[in-house]
């Protein structure tokens, strides 16, 4: 029997952790401004609150920016710090759903749809807090694995982590494993958009993606990258995880940790 085509692939990049509230130097705005000249379309899951980022006037300057700019805001957290969800009590995670919900309608008058659990954390209990509160949780396909902000955190390995995890998600696409939305299978990419090497370095990571992608012969659609809001959105929301029976391959040791 014939094998079955696959829809083509597209990349949807996804930004973790900011955004950043640096007034000089700003690694989201850096990144903003790639996005805009190469005409990509992202997802950003924010902190609303945090002290360093989204609680701050650039921090909540910089989402309104990233929503008028055309991309897709999710909420990452609403705590002052990166808490994670699955050590909160279901009233303390409901009230920071609540809080994040109404920081980022406050700032894009849009009801955000999509959440990340900080540290790729979740149960069935966050699973349902979530729900609860409209949101359908994101994880991802491929990881830059720059989760490590501050300190040494340049990466040696950038090509050959990514060639890794797309052969791990080829495979996946190639047994029918993964949705399909508009003509195209959505392939997640994260990366952490308060990283500066990250930042400098975006670039070369969105090329990388590319030449991998030829290596491997996963076949990409014309537009390799989102380039609208809307479809950005819907292949997001075809790649989330609604069930706390699903077991999906985390990022590293968080795979370990949590699965």
Known sequence: MAQTARAPVR?????????????????????????????IKAVFFTQTRA???GGTDMGRWLIRREFSEGHVIGLHSATTFHS?????????LD??????????QAETGVVPKLVRPPFWAYDADTLA?????????????LNANDGKIYGINFSWHKRSNMLKHL?????????????????????????????????RHIEEYIDIL???????????????FYDNHDEAERAA???????PEAKPRLPGLWNWLWQ
């Open 237 to 243: 929301l075809a790649a989330t995880i609604s069930s």
């Open 210 to 224: 590319l030449d991998v992608a030829r290596e491997l012969e996963v076949p990409l659609a014309a537009q390799p």
């Open 51 to 53: 002290w360093h980022g």
């Open 84 to 92: 994670n969800h699955r050590f909160m009590s279901r009233e303390q």
């Open 11 to 39: 990349f949807l990049l996804t930004f973790d952790d900011g955004p950043a509230a640096a007034v000089n130097d700003n690694p989201t705005v850096h990144i903003l401004e790639v996005l805009a000249q190469k005409h």
């Open 129 to 141: 807090s979530y729900h609860a509160h409209g949101l359908q949780m994101l994880l991802t396909d």
């Open 95 to 104: 009230q920071t759903m609540q809080l994040g919900i109404a920081d980022l």
């Open 167 to 199: 052969a791990e998600t080829r495979e996946r696409w190639a047994a029918g494993h993964m949705p399909a939305v508009d003509g195209y299978t959505p392939v997640v990419v994260t990366f952490h958009d308060v990283n500066p090497y990250t930042s």
